[in-house]
Structure formats: C-alpha cells, structure tokens
C-alpha cells in the first residue's frame, strides 16, 4: 500500500517547500512569545488535538531548524459552543516554530470547527431523526472532517468503500436494472459479510425493493409527500428496514423532511459546503 503524508504534514510541506519560514527566519531570531488563538465568531470547536500535532510533525520535518515544540494549553473541548473573543489555546515558545505552523493550525481548526459549526446547525432542527455525513470530503481529511460531524452532534455513515455495501444508481444502471440487482444479491447475501444499503430514486422502485432484506434503504432525491408515502407504504407492508433520505436536504428544509417519520438524513453540505470559522492567533508577550 502506497503511504501518503498525513494532512498536517502535507499542508506544512506545502507552505514551507523545504526552506522555512524564511521571513521570520530572517527578521526574529530565537525569540520567546507567548501566544493565544481566539474565536472571532461563535461556533462549534473540532480538531483541537490539532495544534499540538502541527507543532511535532515540524519538528519531525525540519529537526535541523526547528527542535523545541512550543508549550500548548488548550482552554476548550472539541464539541465545546464557542463565543467570540472567547480564548481557545494558549501557546508559548519559538516565534519562529509558531509562526511556521501559524497558518496550518489556523487553516485546519477553521475548517473543522466550521463542519462541526454547520453540523450542529442541522443537528438542532431535528428532534429524533439522525443526521449523516457523507464521503463528499476534502481529499486526505475524511477521518477528520468526519469526526467533526460527530462534534457537530451528526453520525457517521460508512468511512469509505471498504466498510459497508451501498448500491447507488450508477451499480443499478450498470449491472442491468434493480430486478437484476436483487437477483444478484440473492445469490451472494450468504457471502456478504458488512451491512447493505440500497438507493431508490422512486416509488414503485421502494415497492421491489421492501420485501427484501436490506439493513438500510436510501430515498434519493425524495420530496417530502413522496417520504410520507414511503413511510405508509412500509407500514402497509409490515417491513422492518430503516429508510435514509439524501439529496436536496438545506437547512431551510430539513425540519419539515424530519417531520415525516425518516429515521436517518444524509447531508453532503457538512463537509463540502461548510465555512470555516473565523479566528486569529495574537502575540501577547515577546520576550527579549
């Protein structure tokens, strides 16, 4: 298996190319600081743990330049409601190793802070239905993106291709029609080892589909009159299966798709729609 730098090493990589920080490294020296990051607006806090790592994966990198990690304090928890001007961390040690990550930390604590942020914006307009990211992730950051849905108050649905079975259109178009799907999987559910879930773009397809067993049926692109009558049709039908709704869900819709009986919402907005929140790392002290 090829090995790929983690996201923190990349993005350090990335801004330093090899040479540093080459402003401070020229202009300050081996100044003392102490430091803060502030919240400039309110929101919910994801990838704390974050700014420690950031500060270790330099050094690894560049042992040569930079070999004394700064002291970090943090003030807050992840999932933790955060106000403006409200201090997050605390950070003392060499202007030049936390100027060198500045922009990193900044990078990454905004945007998860901001998928968390949007998360629990959705998660608060819903009372019992469950809210689901997606794999509509940011290349490299989908385990921590989708730990910052969870801190946004979202579940997980499944991590990559690997963990769970879910038949979109596209497996439907290719292997012939849903007839021929459920055929399929007839003759290999002894062997099927993860959970499977299956879309459905409209009624009478939800109508083929509910006899057989799945552990999860997604309702693709549904209005919400066609959920309401997805969800009669499997009490008619005396039918035990979970039903998931994605596609076109916003936060200005989401209460009344929530108020038809679904038990489960997917929403790609929340990694790949999502602003990060704004904050700022200020210089308290300069020691001499």
Do not use: W
């Not at 629990?120 to 940011?138: H, P, Q, Y």
């Not at 490299?140 to 499944?158: I, L, P, S, V």
């Not at 879910?166 to 290999?188: P, Q, R, S, T």
């Not at 979970?242 to 108020?259: H, M, T």
């Amino acid at each position: 298996m090829v090995k790929h730098p983690d996201f923190i090493t990349a993005a350090l990589m990335e801004d330093l190319r090899g040479k540093g920080d080459i402003t401070s490294d020229t202009l300050i020296g081996k100044r003392r600081i102490d430091a803060i990051i502030v919240a400039k607006e309110e929101g919910v806090l994801s990838g704390l743990e974050t700014i420690d790592k950031t500060f270790e994966r330099l050094i690894e990198i560049y042992p040569e330049r930079y070999y004394q990690k700064p002291d970090v304090t943090v003030l807050k928890k992840n999932a933790e409601k955060v106000k403006p001007r409200e201090v997050i961390c605390r950070i003392a040690g060499d202007a030049r190793i936390i100027l060198a990550c500045e922009r990193t930390i900044l990078n990454i604590l905004s945007h998860l802070s901001g998928v968390a942020t949007l998360t629990s914006r959705f998660a608060e307009k819903v009372n019992g239905t469950r809210i689901l990211d997606t794999r509509k992730t940011t290349p490299g950051m989908r385990e921590a993106e989708k730990k910052a849905t969870k801190d946004g108050g979202a579940e997980n649905h499944r991590m990559g291709l690997f963990d769970m079975m879910l038949i979109k259109d596209n497996h439907i178009k290719i292997a012939g029609g849903i007839d021929n799907i459920l055929k399929i999987l007839e003759n290999k559910r002894k062997s099927i080892e993860t959970k499977v879930e299956i879309e459905v773009s409209s009624l009478d397809e939800l109508k083929k589909v509910l006899p057989h067993r799945f552990d999860r049926i997604m309702l693709d692109n549904f209005t919400p009159r066609m959920v309401r009558e997805a969800v009669g049709m499997r009490k008619e039908m005396g039918i035990d299966v979970d039903f998931e709704l994605s596609g076109g869900v916003k936060l200005d819709n989401i209460e009344e798709f929530a108020r038809t009986g679904i038990e489960y919402i997917s929403v790609g907005a929340l990694t790949h729609s999502a602003n990060g929140l704004d904050m700022s790392l200020e210089v308290e002290r300069v020691y001499e």
